[in-house]
Nanobody, 121 residues
């Protein structure tokens, strides 16, 4: 059973930093893309940042220059370093991973349970 376990959310003042971690486990053959989505109250879930297994990254315009995504492929773990946090970064952050559990099979998207990030102004 594949699981994504997130950690690192919390309350921080504007201008501060937080680091999110997400570890995938449970019968994984390979992971293609890993990333972080976020959902603010009353808004749709949106991509914050993602990274492919070969290191290509994609960032939302709103976080470029402030957030850094990284991966440890040996540990099936993805990180999100969030700097210069703003009030509008307040959201539940969800880890996402595109995982293949059997060689040659298609990959499926899996989601973490979400971690709250609250930025006080």
């Amino acid at each position: 059973q594949v699981q994504l376990v997130e950690s690192g959310g919390g309350l921080v003042q504007a201008g501060g930093s937080l680091r999110l971690s997400c570890a995938a486990s449970g019968g994984i053959f390979s992971i293609d893309r890993m990333g972080w989505y976020r959902q603010a109250p009353g808004k749709q879930r949106e991509l914050a940042a993602s990274m492919t297994s070969d290191g290509r990254t994609n960032y939302a315009d709103s976080v470029k220059g402030r957030f850094i995504i990284s991966r440890d492929n040996a540990k099936n773990t993805v990180y999100l370093q969030m700097n210069s946090l703003k009030f509008e970064d307040t959201a539940v952050y969800y880890c996402n991973a595109n995982i293949r559990i059997v060689i040659g099979a298609r990959a499926y998207d899996y989601w973490g349970q979400g971690t709250q990030v609250t930025v006080s102004s």
